[in-house]
C-alpha cells in the first residue's frame, strides 16, 4: 500500500496535492484518517475523509510525515506513514502591459505607449521580483482576452501574475480597445480568475474605479473598505 505521489520527490510549499492510496475491500462501513506531522512532531492536520484521497497545500517547507489510518466495520486496520520533503516555491513573475494610443481613431490618445515602455523599464529594475514582461500597444478587447490568456497560461499557485492597462476607460467601467471594442470590468475578472496565484491589477484608465465597485462583478470589497470614510461614488466619478 503505497501514496500516489514519490516520497523521493521534494514538494513545494504553496501548492495543492492529492494524495491517493489506492485500497479495495473491507467489511462494512470504512473509515479514512488522516494526519500530516511536522518534523518537530506538530501535528498540522487531523481529518476524516470519505475517500483514501486528501488534498493538501503545505505552507512552510520541512519533512512532513503523511498518515493514513484505515477502518471498518470489523476492526481491520491498515495504517500506512510515508515522509515528504517540502521546500520553497520561488514564485514565477509574469506581467502584461497594455496601452492603447488608438492610432488614427478619433480618440487617438498620446501617452499610452510610453506608460508601458515605463512601466517595463521599473519591472525590468526591480531584482527581487524578476517579472518576465509581455508588452501590447494598440489591440481590440479580443486580443486583450487572448493576451491574458497566453501571457499567464503556466502560471501556478504562489505564482505573481501581474495585470497592467492604459488607455480609454468608460462611465460604464469597460476598458476600451482599439476599434471601438469593449471589455467590461466583470469580464476582465472572468479572465484573471481563472489563473492561479496572486493578480495584480493596475488600471490607468478614466473610470478605474468601476473594476472594484461593491458588487457581484466588483474585484475587491476590501479596498471599499479601505476608502470607507469616503463615499463609494467618489471612485466612480470623472477625474
Not at 493538501?56 to 491498515?78: N, Q
Request: net charge negative; with cysteine; proline share 3%.
Amino acid at each position: 500500500s503505497t501514496f500516489n505521489l514519490d516520497s523521493n520527490t521534494d514538494l513545494r510549499t504553496n501548492t495543492e496535492y492529492t494524495f491517493t492510496n489506492k485500497v479495495s475491500g473491507g467489511i462494512g462501513t470504512v473509515t479514512y484518517t488522516w494526519n500530516i506531522v511536522a518534523e518537530d512532531d506538530t501535528t498540522v492536520l487531523t481529518c476524516n475523509t470519505d475517500t483514501a484521497t486528501l488534498s493538501y497545500t503545505f505552507d512552510a517547507p520541512g519533512i512532513y510525515t503523511v498518515e493514513l489510518i484505515i477502518e471498518d466495520s470489523v476492526g481491520t486496520v491498515l495504517d500506512h506513514i510515508q515522509p515528504y520533503t517540502v521546500i520553497e516555491k520561488t514564485p514565477t513573475y509574469r506581467a502584461l502591459l497594455i496601452g492603447n494610443i488608438y492610432n488614427g481613431e478619433s480618440s487617438a490618445l498620446a501617452g499610452p505607449d510610453n506608460d508601458v515602455a515605463s512601466m517595463a523599464e521599473m519591472l525590468a529594475n526591480m531584482p527581487g521580483t524578476p517579472y518576465s514582461i509581455t508588452s501590447y500597444v494598440d489591440i481590440n478587447t479580443t486580443e486583450m482576452k487572448q493576451a491574458i490568456a497566453d501571457t499567464f497560461s503556466e502560471a501556478e499557485d504562489g505564482d505573481i501574475s501581474l495585470f497592467y492597462y492604459s488607455g480609454h476607460g468608460t462611465s460604464a467601467g469597460h476598458l476600451c480597445g482599439t476599434g471601438s471594442t469593449f471589455l467590461h470590468a466583470s469580464e476582465l475578472k472572468e479572465c484573471l480568475d481563472k489563473i492561479p496565484g496572486t493578480k495584480i491589477v493596475l488600471l490607468d484608465c478614466c473610470y478605474s474605479g468601476y473594476a472594484i465597485e461593491k458588487s457581484a462583478t466588483g474585484f475587491n470589497d476590501v479596498v471599499i473598505m479601505v476608502f470607507g470614510s469616503a463615499s463609494k461614488e467618489i471612485l466612480n466619478t470623472n477625474g
